[in-house]
């Protein structure tokens, strides 16, 4: 079965850093890319960034909103996705759901999602 | 950055009726436009992705049209299963954005 898992959630406090991990299974994930969205309480979906498969060198892409403070990497030898976040803000409480991004006709869709982690970011 | 707008932000329905949800890019995207379903405290599932190409095991009641800044999402049937909240999201360009959603309540 294709499965995401999504951990490392928690309470921080403002400044502080925290590291998601989100485990593959079912699939290869270095041969997709792999993205992070968020949603805060009650609002909508933000993504948050990517990183292309192992063809494409892992390279990543960033929303403005973390770039220089939030580092996607992975391991593919666990065929796991992280999420690094440092300098975390009150605005970046949210639940972090990873994706993966399968190409179809030309398209990259988010087609298999975790059941997300829940950061909260209060003193 | 492109923005998506999506209208009505709420929409009330009942079963069996016909829904049509809006969204509007604010630059050209081709077609480059998916549509995902999210139900309360789940994580969003994507229906349709290229602006009209239905994922695979979703319910061919579901359909998506449009190009360029305009797209619909219709449903043409509405099921009790299907009352949730529906995001557009454009992957022409970074950053990839979605719109603001669209809760179908009965």
């Known amino acids: 079965e294709v499965q995401l898992v999504e951990s490392g959630g928690g309470l921080v406090q403002p400044g502080g850093s925290l590291r998601l991990s989100c485990a593959a299974s079912g699939f290869t994930s270095s041969d997709h890319y792999m993205d992070w969205v968020r949603q805060a309480p009650g609002k909508g979906l933000e993504w948050v960034g990517r990183?292309?498969?192992?063809?494409?060198?892992?390279?990543?892409e960033y929303a403005a909103s973390v770039k220089g403070r939030f580092t996607i990497s992975r391991d593919d030898s666990k065929n796991s996705l992280y999420l690094q976040m440092n300098s975390l803000k009150t605005e970046d409480t949210a639940v972090y759901y990873c994706?993966?991004?399968?190409?179809?006709?030309?398209?990259?869709?988010?087609?298999?999602w975790g059941q997300g982690t829940t950061v909260t970011v209060s003193s | 950055d492109i923005q998506l707008t999506q209208s009505p932000s709420f929409l009330s329905a009942s079963v069996g009726d016909r829904v049509t949800i809006t969204c509007r890019a604010s630059q050209g995207i081709s077609s480059y436009l998916a549509w995902f379903q999210q139900e309360p405290g789940k994580a969003p599932k994507l229906l349709i992705y290229g602006t009209s190409t239905l994922q695979s095991g979703v319910p061919s009641r579901f359909s998506g049209s449009g190009s360029g800044t305009e797209f619909t999402l219709t449903i043409s049937s509405l099921q009790p299963e299907d009352f949730a909240t529906y995001y557009c999201q454009q992957v022409k360009s970074y950053p990839l954005t979605f719109g603001g959603g669209t809760k179908v309540e009965i």
């Open positions: 994706a993966r991004s399968s190409e179809s006709r030309g398209y990259y869709v988010m087609d298999v």
């Open positions: 990183t292309r498969n192992k063809v494409n060198s892992y390279t990543t």
